[in-house]
């Protein structure tokens, strides 16, 4: 069984930065697509960030060029590097993991969820 465990969530001034990480255990993260999605108060949970098994990223537009997102093989882990936050970015974030290595936008496509991790940015 899969398991995914996010850390690294905080408070934050707008225009701060936060690295979120997620920690995958019962699978090598080479084998899936790792997503980060994130949900605000009485919104729809919605994709941000997603690396492939083979190591491509792709980002939602409004986060383009402001998050990076990476991943440490040797630790299982995979990163969210937020930079130039805003207030619209406060959420909860949640990894998740998709079978299927070429990963996708869709939330329902991804197997395996962590507990999420709230993000807040302060204006």
């Known amino acids: 069984q899969v398991q995914l465990v996010e850390s690294g969530g905080g408070l934050v001034q707008a225009g701060g930065s936060v690295r979120l990480s997620c920690s995958v255990s019962?699978?090598?993260?080479?084998?899936?697509?790792v997503g980060w999605f994130r949900q605000a108060p009485g919104k729809e949970r919605e994709f941000v960030a997603a690396?492939?098994?083979?190591?491509?990223?792709y980002y939602r537009d409004s986060v383009k060029g402001r998050f990076t997102m990476s991943r440490d093989s040797a630790k299982n882990t995979v990163f969210l590097q937020m930079n130039s936050l805003k207030p619209e970015d406060t959420a909860v974030y949640y990894c998740?993991?998709?079978?299927?290595?070429?990963?996708?936008?869709?939330?329902?496509?991804?197997?395996?969820w962590g507990q999420g991790t709230q993000v807040t940015v302060s204006s």
């Open positions: 690396i492939t098994g083979g190591g491509s990223t």
């Open positions: 998740a993991a998709d079978t299927v290595p070429d990963g996708s936008y869709i939330r329902q496509q991804y197997d395996y």
């Open positions: 019962g699978g090598t993260i080479s084998n899936y697509a």
